[in-house]
């Protein structure tokens, strides 16, 4: 049994992990498309996977091999921020966290593109703001996402893999 000092209620300890809980929630699990690359770490822990650095001339990528299997590469300027994230394997990755802010653009295009398509065909999103290209089938998966207007000068589209 929980013994209380004077002061701490159960209600007031409660009441704090519950907002604890909730900050921690609130943070990112994946180096979201566009954002910092400060979460790669956090990225390899939720995998179980172990990571590996891969340096190009403006920008590097970060390797994270999964224990199930699925690959997932961030494609990281020289000043931090994710501009490319690509996957590949037998289970497809939570594109929510991938995605981050770009996740809504990217529904609201796939549901679009999805009431004129016929079959399974994949899918390929190409906007101004985001690029986004998966195909598959099960134990097979595999896409990229990128932001045009983010990708550094030296980078080939066709790299992003």
């Known amino acids: 049994m929980l013994k209380l000092q004077a002061g701490f209620t159960k209600s007031k300890i409660l009441a704090t992990l519950?907002?604890?809980?909730?900050?921690?929630?609130?943070?990112?699990?994946?180096?979201?498309?566009?954002?910092?690359?400060?979460?790669?770490?956090?990225?390899?822990?939720?995998?179980?996977?172990?990571?590996?650095?891969?340096?190009?001339?403006?920008?590097?990528v970060q390797e994270i091999q999964s224990a199930s299997g699925t690959t997932v590469r961030e494609y990281v300027t020289s000043s931090g921020k994710v501009f490319a994230v690509a996957w590949q394997g037998p289970w497809p990755p939570d594109l929510r966290q991938l995605l981050g802010s770009y996740f809504d653009p990217y529904i609201k295009a796939a549901r679009a593109q999805n009431s004129s398509r016929i079959g399974r065909r994949p899918l390929a999103i190409n906007q101004a703001g985001l690029v986004?290209?998966?195909?598959?089938?099960?134990?097979?998966?595999?896409?990229?996402?990128?932001?045009?207007?983010?990708?550094?000068?030296?980078?080939?589209?066709?790299?992003?893999?």
Request: contains cysteine; charged residues 10%; hydrophobic residues 45%.
């Open 132 to 161: 986004v290209q998966i195909e598959g089938h099960p134990r097979a998966y595999a896409g990229r996402a990128y932001v045009p207007n983010l990708l550094p000068s030296s980078m080939q589209v066709e790299a992003i893999r």
């Open 18 to 60: 519950g907002v604890l809980g909730c900050l921690f929630a609130a943070l990112p699990l994946w180096a979201a498309l566009g954002g910092d690359a400060a979460t790669v770490q956090a990225d390899q822990v939720h995998l179980q996977g172990s990571l590996r650095t891969i340096a190009a001339q403006e920008y590097s």
